[in-house]
């Protein structure tokens, strides 16, 4: 008998912790695993005494929750999801919602968005941030797909999402489509790109400057006290101090990182609408690189290179970090945020950036606080083309680029890889150029290719084409 305001299938880590939220905020949840003896478990420990009853089949599932049916959907990104969502579709009624909450293709969603709706169903590609513990406590939610959902999921996901300080919840409507997802992919990249920038300033201190691991921690720990407050700033110290038999359990990590595709993605779309995701590309090419383990280790005995100890003051070098890693994240969030805007415009979604900025205030893996100023910047100025030329990062980047450029050349100069920061400054350094030698890309590929060319003394759109090995004529090029 109906009676559940929710069903779940999916009971990993993260769908597990959802339950106990949506039970903690009064909601009758019913859970459905296809191993049965995980179900079982489940409802025997963590979700005992809790509103929270178990189905064993997707049918049982189905009708035991209260129409409209509202189905959160926690599986592997992929076929996993299409194989649930073709089981649910022949149980389901028109105007039941099925939410995936998973780490999903955007252009996926946006696929299944399209083919629930032709059935009379409604679909909601939410992605869901904050890991294990965002999943009990709070995550960021960021849901998109069939508007028509929303009235009808709001209630649930608002609810157990992470809540700024006045009580907003981390979760509003980003758009159609696959528009959620493709928020959730961005924060991920962005998050590639903050962990890549403390791997490096890990780096630069332990092997320039020769820090042990409960010195580097309290760096860590003094900074996130300041600007950089924030989650993986916290938790970095957390690890630097973290011991196993006496010793840093960090040094007994194999130096080889995985990935599991959104910083990919995040990358290939970058390629895809013409936005310099720089940072972004580099921490995804910075873990490939880490995954040569075996490769790195020959080389090292091959490839010659400086002593790694930086010059100058430690406490004057842990200044210009601290500069370099600030003017870095806001380049990063820059980035992302200027492909959210590319491909808000390029779908039509009306991506709303400040309230997206507010979303990752709380319970996302990127939360932190200098996302206010972001989410302020949009507020003041809701046509800002790129979070660099409002005034406070503006001002932030201008005061801080010289501690920046001596960290990069310390880094160079000792032999120690810092690709983001160097990138980051790269992007800043381009971005800032009114003239860049781009002239000479055209003119070469006109004089091999007949590519053509544009003209700083005419209309932008009109193309011209010079014969480079003939009598030197310049003509203007067919229109395109």
Request: hydrophobic share 40%.
């Amino acid at each position: 008998m109906p009676g559940s305001d929710i069903g779940l299938i999916g009971l990993g880590v993260m769908g597990q912790n959802l339950a106990l939220n949506m039970a903690d905020h009064g909601f009758r949840v019913v859970v459905y695993n296809r191993t049965p003896d995980v179900t079982a478990a489940y409802l025997g420990g963590d979700a005992a005494g809790k509103t929270i009853t178990g189905a064993f089949s997707p049918e049982e599932l189905v009708n035991a929750v209260e129409p409209p049916r509202r189905i959160l959907i926690m599986v592997t990104a992929g076929r996993p999801v299409d194989s649930v969502i073709d089981t649910l579709t022949h149980l389901l009624d028109p105007g039941d919602v099925i939410i995936d909450g998973g780490n999903s293709h955007f252009r996926d969603t946006a696929r299944r968005a399209d083919a629930l709706e032709a059935k009379g169903l409604l679909f909601v590609g939410a992605g869901i941030s904050g890991g294990e513990e965002g999943a009990r406590h709070g995550p960021s939610i960021m849901p998109g797909g069939s508007e028509a959902a929303w009235p009808l999921v709001r209630d649930v996901l608002q609810t157990i999402a992470a809540k700024v300080a006045d009580g907003t919840p981390c979760c509003d409507w980003i758009g159609p489509g696959g528009a959620g997802h493709y928020v959730k992919m961005v924060h991920n990249g962005i998050e590639y790109g903050d962990i890549q920038l403390l791997a490096e300033a890990y780096h630069l201190m332990r092997d320039g400057l020769g820090m042990a691991h409960d010195e580097m921690a309290e760096v860590f720990a003094e900074w996130n006290e300041g600007r950089l407050d924030s989650y993986l700033v916290q938790i970095t110290a957390d690890v630097l101090r973290h011991r196993q038999d006496g010793e840093p359990l960090l040094e007994g990590i194999l130096d080889a990182a995985e990935q599991k595709g959104t910083g990919r993605w995040t990358a290939e779309s970058g390629l895809e609408l013409g936005v310099p995701v720089t940072l972004v590309a580099e921490a995804v090419f910075a873990r490939a690189i880490s995954a040569l383990k075996q490769d790195r280790v020959e080389a090292s005995r091959v490839l010659a290179g400086p002593d790694r100890a930086m010059e100058g003051d430690r406490e004057g070098v842990l200044e210009d970090l601290e500069e370099a890693l600030y003017a870095s994240k806001i380049v990063s969030y820059a980035q992302g945020f200027m492909l959210l805007d590319a491909a808000s415009n390029e779908h039509g979604w009306g991506v709303d950036f400040g309230a997206v900025a507010l979303m990752w205030r709380e319970g996302c893996i990127i939360r932190a606080a200098f996302l206010e100023k972001i989410r302020d910047a949009f507020r003041d100025d809701p046509a800002l083309g790129n979070l660099l030329l409002a005034p406070h990062f503006s001002e932030a980047v201008a005061a801080g680029q010289e501690g920046w450029r001596r960290t990069v050349a310390r880094a160079v100069g000792s032999g120690i890889p810092a690709p983001a920061y160097s990138t980051a400054l790269g992007f800043y350094d381009a971005y800032r150029t009114a003239r860049l030698p781009a002239n000479l890309v055209q003119a070469l590929r006109d004089y091999f290719g007949a590519h053509t060319y544009e003209r700083v003394d005419r209309p932008r759109g009109e193309h011209f084409h010079t014969d480079w090995t003939g009598d030197g004529t310049e003509r203007p090029a067919p229109t395109r």
